[in-house]
């Protein structure tokens, strides 16, 4: 395997090759690191699917550059999700809209929708350019972690989910540095008349209506499958409990003015929501490195990140 650590324009472009060539990458986002392949690779892509163990039926997210490349991808786009893309892209937001002939039943999970994002790393952005350069249309990127744990937020972390399934030969991991927001984007569904969150990330609801004047509450009844949204997911070896109680030996994670239970291992302390959410994913990990076998996480109150804290630990917990 080979990890590449402040990389220079023409190592991207080696990874930017490496990826038309049908290999494999790790690539840093602000959210959580991706697995990425040439999303118009069949082949690449059903690599992902057999590194991660994913079933095959569920779609994968499309990364482009800009949004002046999401009419490659998507038909029939409604001008809420223009005035989402132009407001919070690059970021932690993705688009979920009706599928050009571009988006394969093998990246939408044969269904009639495509999942967009443009990210927010600058290394990820150069990629992506020079990805464009080379006649590449986008990048096919989850999560970088094995179907059902805790999503990487280091490069360290996508070695120790994936490594061992990749081909040192070909594939690579691109190190850069610590994911910002550390939860994964907020998923809106753009294919009715108002905007529908079905994940939510740090693009909150507010942030969704005060840009766009409109909103839905979710319906349970989507037939639009998130394969984040399966009841258990982002889970460490560890069992979770929320809100204790804390037996002696337990991990114990919590907002910073919440005091350690006697016998527990504090392991972080966030300050605020941000911090949270950027913490949170590698401290599930280091209680697993530490062979801690139960972890107390106390939920954070509020609205925003907070939500899309409460709605991770409760899968995780599961
Ligand atoms: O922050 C993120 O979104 C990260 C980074 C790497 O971009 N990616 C990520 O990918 O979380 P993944 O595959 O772990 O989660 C993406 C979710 C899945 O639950 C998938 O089912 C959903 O997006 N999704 C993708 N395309 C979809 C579509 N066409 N319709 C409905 N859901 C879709
Ligand atoms: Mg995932």
Known sequence: MFAITNPSLSAINSAAKSLIHGALVGIPTETVYGLAADAENEAAVARIYSVKGRPQDHPVIV???????????????????????????????????ERSELAKDFITGGQETVGLRVPAHVITLALLEEFHKLGGNGIAAPSANRFGAVSPTNAEAVLSEVGEFLDASQDLIIDGGQSLVGVESTIIDCTEEFPIILRPGAISIEMIFGTTGLISKPNKDSKIRVSGSLEQHYSPKA?????????????????????????????????????FARILYSALREADVRGIQEIVVMPPDGDGIAIAIRDRLARAAR
Not at 73 to 94: H, V
Request: charged share 15%; hydrophobic share 45%; aromatic share 8%.
């Open 239 to 275: 069992k979770i409990s929320l809100g204790g109680p804390v037996a002696r030996g337990s991990g114990f994670i919590a907002l910073i003015e919440i005091d350690t239970p006697v016998g527990s291992v504090r392991l972080a302390s966030p300050q605020t929501l941000e911090e």
């Open 63 to 97: 990364h482009i550059g800009s949004m002046y490349q999401l009419n490659k991808w998507a038909i029939n786009i409604p001008d809420y999700a223009l005035k989402l893309a132009r407001e919070y892209w690059p970021g932690p937001m993705t688009l979920i809209l």
